[in-house]
């Protein structure tokens, strides 16, 4: 079959429709990219109980066909005669202007009972007449992946599926690749069923490609990745692109609007936030613990904070609940009995209310506990066999999943309970929703794609905002963003969870897209380990966020790093990180530029300067810690 080329004033692509393959070119340069074969397949099919995996390249017939939409221009190539009478369809698609190449996957109808449940296409883009650098990867926070690191990245437990769309392990749908000349960007348009394929062995080179992985058990719809070429860029750059296009789809929200639709939000500019726990049970036949601080003691410490100077404090009440934290949800009344029941907590809430303070209660809505006093299975998530999703990881044991169908009835009864009874909430945690990976259900009553899933967690988040509540999740997931006005907090990723080295070259990719559409909260003082404390402080100064304290504080002196984190936020808090620069090979001394000013951080040496703002300094000067 005849090669196909599609091209406008920026790049050409050239298409050959027997091998499957592509070939971009830039216009006015000599950078160009091809597609390489998947040696492992580009589809997987199931038939009843087997599977198949089948190439592109090898169905039976090929048609291919061109035409013009009022976007576009498209090449589509039809893949008839593939394993179980399967086909597919591989469409590229170029617009009239721009550097960017559209790719869609769709399966074709059929009449048996054979389904594509996974397609592996595109696959790695190798660079010609130039070398890649390293890869740009939203991992949590953000990392640079040198194409050349030393140590081995593979797939993960699950593979794909441990690298799924807005999870904490691709907090954003989209990867990017920096080389010696060039860069490239690529971001899954059909973010929901889409999973970050990237391995890495010791010394490189780092592979990268999309897997679209089945919706309630097939491609029932068209999926999309797109590719945006330059000439040169560096990471900032490409997040800034990928910035552009959440704006574009409205994914992007600033803080502006959200503080003028909830004012409680804007609050906690500037502020302190403070964890409280009130009741942990462990259920453990090995460690058991069940350890109990009244609602009057914490009533007590908030009083104190005052006249330690605190202006500005959101309190996250942890363990309030019947029998403590990660216990009996969504079925926790009435509150803690041994810690005083319901007067307690209305005290400590109503003593915040007095102090001016901000207070939100931790609650869940996914993790459905078995022991839970309304606990039925008919409510839970089902796995595609019928059977319930099972674990115990957690205080409370063994668990399923509360179908996400099911959680926005919970929310209206357990905050009209709540509000009822006069407690004086201002804000409020929905634990995981904006973290674990979107949940599917195959139980008849209640299907529920990924997508449908995020529509009922962001549904949720949408009502307790309604209340007139500051609302936050646990970790700042792409999709969740319009829908939170702050998150539990962002850690760069490191070799073992909030502990340990970084992994490749940390780097602010979520705050170069969302630094002024979400606040966060500073890792420092509250998940760090001692051997990280001054990093975290550094990493909290560079990114500009929101400091925790602790509640058992009780001198002026133990607040010096917080005031100074909360002072800049005071400032620049709500403003745009409009770059960031490597300033050495390794990557640990690192400039953040903000409207009016900059923070440089040596994260080797442990070391800041601040240009500009209210705490500017005179030089270097050393993170003491």
Not at 84 to 112: D, H, M, Q
Not at 294 to 299: E, H, N, V
């Amino acid at each position: 079959m005849a090669e196909q080329t599609l091209q406008n004033e920026q790049v050409m692509v050239t298409i050959d429709p027997e091998l499957v393959s592509f070939v971009v070119q830039l216009k006015g340069s000599d950078l160009s990219w091809r597609s390489e074969p998947n040696a492992d397949g580009d589809l997987t099919i199931h038939h009843a109980q087997t599977q198949a995996i089948a190439h592109l390249r090898e169905a039976h017939a090929k048609t291919v066909r061109r035409f013009r939409t009022a976007a576009d221009e498209r090449v589509c190539i039809f893949h008839e005669g593939l394993p179980g009478n399967t086909g597919a369809i591989i469409s590229f698609c170029l617009p009239p202007r721009g550097a960017t190449l559209r790719v869609e996957v769709e399966a074709l109808p059929t009449g048996t009972t054979s389904r594509i449940t996974e397609a592996r296409y595109p696959g790695q883009l190798q660079w010609q007449r130039s070398t890649p650098v390293h890869t740009v990867w939203p991992n949590a926070a953000g990392m640079l992946l040198p194409n050349d690191y030393p140590t081995a990245i593979d797939p993960g437990g699950e593979g794909v599926y441990d690298r799924m769309g807005f999870n904490r392990s691709l907090y954003q749908p989209w990867w990017g690749v920096v080389g010696d000349r060039g860069a490239y960007l690529a971001i899954a348009e059909t973010p929901f069923d889409f999973g970050f394929d990237l391995r890495h062995p010791a010394g490189g080179p780092t592979m990268t490609r999309p897997v679209w992985v089945a919706s309630l058990g097939h491609l029932s719809y068209p999926r999309a990745i797109s590719y945006t070429f330059f000439e040169q860029a560096d990471h900032a750059v490409l997040a800034r692109a990928y910035r552009a296009y959440a704006q574009a789809i409205g994914r992007w929200v600033s803080l502006e609007e959200k503080f003028d639709r909830n004012p409680n939000a804007k609050r906690l500019v500037g502020a302190t936030i403070f964890p409280v726990s009130i009741c942990r049970h462990i259920v453990s036949p090995d460690k058991p613990l069940h350890q109990v601080t009244s609602f009057a003691k914490r009533t007590e410490q908030i009083r104190r904070l005052k006249s330690l100077g605190r202006k500005k404090v959101y309190l996250h009440i942890d363990g309030w609940g019947f029998r403590g934290y990660d216990n009996h949800h969504p079925d926790v009344f009435p509150p803690c009995p041994e810690a005083g029941g319901w007067d307690g907590l209305i005290a400590m809430c109503r003593a915040a209310q007095e102090e001016g303070y901000l207070l939100g209660l931790h609650d869940q809505y996914r993790d459905y506990f078995f022991d839970g006093p309304c606990f039925t299975e008919s409510r839970a998530v089902k796995k595609r066999d019928g059977s319930l999703p099972q674990w115990a990881l957690w205080d409370g044991g063994a668990q399923s999943v509360l179908c996400a169908k099911e959680s926005l009835a919970n929310l209206r009864r357990n905050f009209a309970e709540l509000l009822g009874r006069g407690v004086a909430l201002t804000a409020s945690y929905l634990d995981v929703f904006a973290i674990v990976p979107m949940d599917e259900c195959f139980d008849p009553a209640h299907p529920m794609t990924r997508e449908d899933c995020y529509r009922w967690r962001a549904a949720g988040l949408d009502y307790v905002r309604s209340l007139g509540l500051a609302i936050s999740s646990e970790e700042p997931v792409d999709c969740f963003t319009p829908h939170l006005d702050f998150a539990h907090w962002a850690d760069y990723p490191r070799t073992s969870f909030m502990k340990g080295d970084y992994l490749g070259i940390p780097a602010p990719i979520h705050s170069l897209v969302y630094h002024d559409a979400l606040l966060l909260p500073a890792v420092f003082d509250y998940g760090s380990t001692p051997e990280n404390r001054a990093r975290a402080f550094l990493e909290g100064l560079g990114r500009v966020e929101i400091p925790y304290g602790r509640i058992d504080w009780d001198r002026l002196e133990q607040f010096q790093h917080v005031d100074l984190l909360a002072r800049l936020h005071e400032a620049w808090g709500t403003a745009d990180l409009r770059h960031h620069k490597l300033r050495d090979a390794e990557g640990m001394i690192q400039e953040f530029e903000y409207p009016d000013g900059a923070v440089t951080v040596d994260l080797r040496d442990l070391r800041y300067r601040i240009d500009g703002g209210p705490v500017a300094t005179d030089g270097w000067q050393e993170a003491g810690l």
